[in-house]
């Protein structure tokens, strides 16, 4: 097979043992070829500086003894492998798992290279390995996902109907992207304050802690924007929430739910694909129209959202949830952004509802499925989620 040109890419700035394992598997494919990220691409994507600069990331991957070639990437995002590709001119190309993507397959199919998913499977004797786990390991920080009722508290639009948030704590088992729609923001300057893991204080007091300090009114002077509680709120209170917003910043009251059988349900029908980060200088509320019968009717969609869920009702939560979702682009149609409608269409025939994560505009597409696990199959680019439990 050796005859085959064989193209990979990524950043490779921890290197390990799964990294090396990656390589060996797809060099069976043909003679290896490395697109390294950059530098620069790493801190656009990721929102941190690297560990090794490229040049040391290049030597490494270079002395790997299933590696013909590599070369540092030259374009930027997550296709910033184009120009690597039309230099190496690869027959296949391969990719891990969790690295797929619907662009990718789709960037490969114009070209008439074969696109092939990789299961991560360590070598006899090893624990697998993947660059998330490993700093998961040292920083473990959760997230969040909101389900319902994105943009309630803005003050702006809870003023003209007051109306529930539901959000979702979840374990970093994924490796969490900037401008994904996951609150990395409020995240980030979280670790300013703790870098590894949250105190163990009440997380009530914790999230309130939190919001106060990202909105520091010293660092706000300028922004022009005040960052909404739910992102504090998801990611500082375990388990399942929601709060309730009537033209304040802070919600009037907040319920929280953290009963095992409705949590492992939410993960059983729940799912994650990334799509792309939102774009620089995009504006999510440019031309945004809101109304109180449109506010009316993301309160009323996050209200038969928490019933579903508190039924366990697949059809009545994934109803609420579209609904939802649909309230928020009719307010806020710059959500929508170009390229969003492609990953909904791949995915729709097969998912009961979907949303973006957060403002949207770009991110991670958060899809109601049947069956996670059983999806996760049949789609190795999804993600199943981790919701964080009391005590965690």
Not at 55 to 77: F, H, P, W
Request: net charge negative; proline share 5%; hydrophobic share 35%.
């Amino acid at each position: 097979m050796k005859h085959n040109r064989v193209f990979v890419s990524g950043c490779y700035d921890m290197l390990h043992s799964g990294h090396v394992a990656f390589f060996r598997q797809a060099s069976q494919y043909g003679d290896l070829y490395v697109g390294i990220g950059s530098d620069a691409t790493i801190q656009e994507l990721k929102g941190r500086k690297t560990i090794y600069s490229e040049q040391e990331r290049l030597y490494m991957v270079k002395s790997i003894r299933y590696v013909t070639d590599a070369c540092i990437n030259e374009g930027s995002g997550m296709m910033d492998f184009i120009t690597s590709v039309d230099y190496f001119r690869p027959n296949i190309f391969v990719v891990n798992e969790d690295g797929s993507s619907p662009i990718k397959e789709e960037f490969c199919k114009e070209r008439g290279i074969e696109y092939v998913v990789l299961k991560r499977v360590p070598d006899e004797g090893l624990t697998p390995r993947s660059t998330t786990n490993l700093r998961t390991t040292t920083s473990g920080l959760p997230t969040r996902l909101d389900l319902a009722g994105t943009w309630i508290d803005q003050p702006y639009v809870s003023r003209l109907h007051p109306g529930w948030a539901i959000t979702i704590s979840l374990e970093p088992t994924f490796d969490i992207i900037e401008r994904c729609g996951m609150s990395t923001s409020t995240r980030n300057v979280i670790k300013q304050l703790w870098p590894y893991e949250l105190p163990d204080y009440d997380p009530m007091m914790l999230a309130k802690l939190c919001f106060c300090f990202e909105n520091d009114p010293s660092r706000r002077e300028d922004a022009g924007h005040i960052s909404g509680a739910q992102d504090s709120i998801g990611i500082c209170v375990p388990g399942l929430a929601r709060h309730y917003y009537n033209g304040s910043f802070w919600p009037e009251k907040i319920e929280t739910h953290d009963d095992e059988k409705t949590l492992k349900w939410l993960e059983q029908h729940i799912v994650m694909i990334l799509t792309f980060p939102r774009r620089p200088g995009l504006n999510v509320t440019q031309d945004m129209n809101i109304t109180e019968s449109g506010v009316e009717a993301l309160a009323n969609a996050a209200d038969a959202t928490w019933e579903g869920i508190m039924s366990r009702n697949l059809q009545s939560f994934a109803k609420g949830y579209a609904d939802s979702f649909a309230a928020q682009t009719a307010m806020f149609p710059g959500m929508l952004a170009e390229g969003v409608q492609e990953f909904i269409d791949k995915y729709k025939q097969e998912a009961k509802a979907w949303k973006l994560a957060g403002a949207g505009g770009g991110g991670f597409l958060a899809l109601v499925v049947d069956n996670a696990e059983t999806f996760c199959q049949t789609h190795p680019e999804a993600i199943k989620i981790k919701i964080r439990r009391k005590g965690h």
